[in-house]
């Protein structure tokens, strides 16, 4: 079943989400930086939507985020964030220098391959599998994923120095990784021994954006559970 927000938006744009997911609220994050309204339609990955004929043919993968604007349907969350940003361009996100838009893909295929997928095992054994009564559950391997996200957190941490972003001025790649690291708290993982990475949470934290797609996310689950949707 799709929930659908309780917002009506005057867009063409809509997004097929799930409130939780980490890779749904970076896109949020960012569409609503740049002012771009959304239409938001809830797939309840927990009930199988996301795996119905009818969303597949959206995704073929059976994963949220998918974009549709007009007759184009965008799924993968990176690609998402480069596509609303190329064509979004004040304020500015991604930048048409070679050189920092390089920079900034750096920093969003490290979190598709390292960083994301690290959180990732941990919040599946640790939250999803007991919440859903999956067995059994791979102690060693959240381990190992736990050790993998705190060798990461230090090479972010090192990257950051005296920088105020990550790739130097703000960019699409501060959401995608602030967004990650706040689901990583669910699942236990912290960046208290990172002080570099706490300020710069902090700073991304307290942008309107963010703090508007996390209320929103908060409010959606809620109803979601008051409904059972």
Not at 2 to 19: D, E
Not at 20 to 25: A, K, R, V
Not at 28 to 44: D, F, Q, S
Not at 152 to 170: G, P
Request: hydrophobic share 45%; proline share 5%.
């Amino acid at each position: 079943m799709i929930f659908r927000s309780p917002c009506r938006l005057n867009s063409g744009v809509k997004l097929y989400q799930f409130p939780s997911s980490p890779h749904c609220l970076m896109v949020r994050a960012v569409a609503y930086e740049l002012g771009v309204k959304l239409e938001l339609a809830t797939v309840n990955i927990f009930r199988g939507d996301s795996c119905s004929p009818a969303f597949e043919a959206l995704n073929p993968n059976g994963l949220v985020p998918v974009l549709v604007d007009g007759d184009f349907v965008l799924w993968e969350s990176n690609a998402i964030l480069t596509y609303l940003a190329s064509t979004h361009r004040y304020p500015s996100l991604l930048s048409t220098d070679a050189r920092e838009r390089a920079d900034v893909d750096r920093w969003l295929h490290w979190e598709s391959a390292h960083l994301g997928p690290a959180i990732s095992k941990v919040a599946f054994e640790r939250v999803v599998k007991p919440m859903t009564k999956q067995a059994p559950i791979d102690l060693v391997g959240a381990e190992q994923a736990t050790r993998d996200f705190k060798a990461y957190c230090r090479v972010l941490d090192a990257s950051l120095r005296d920088k105020e972003y990550i790739a130097n001025r703000l960019s699409v790649a501060d959401f995608a990784l602030a967004c990650i690291l706040n689901c990583a708290e669910m699942a236990g993982l912290q960046v208290k021994d990172f002080p570099r990475t706490q300020v710069w949470l902090r700073r991304i934290f307290a942008r309107e954006s963010v703090k508007q797609t996390l209320a929103e996310s908060r409010a959606m689950i809620e109803a979601m559970y008051r409904f059972k949707v």
